[in-house]
């Protein structure tokens, strides 16, 4: 097995009412729970905060960000374990971020 990070992009869960919120949030929770059930989770990782900042180029300056548009903000992530890529992706497909338009990127963690 090797080992993969899903990359949670550009969900439009804070635009969502209280009752929407909570039926979103459900959803997750049966996803987190089959990939459990199929013992590939390694960490269901954590959603990310909306502020922070970016430290840039060589005099390493700090700015407020992140700086990408909406649509391309990682809003979390989640640590996996999968024979190859393609299994990967085929996990991610029942993320529920792409009932919000969202995306999942979906990156090999290399192995050094």
Known sequence: MSEFLFLYRGSLAYTKSPE???KSMQKWVS???DLG???VIKNPGNPLERSGKVVRGHN???HDGPFAEAKDLINGYTLVDAATLDQAVE???GCPIFEDGGAVEVRPIAKL
Do not use: R
């Open 91 to 93: 996990l991610s497909k």
């Open 60 to 62: 390493k300056d700090v």
């Open 31 to 33: 996803w987190f729970k």
């Open 20 to 22: 929407q919120m909570q």
């Open 37 to 39: 059930e199929k013992g």
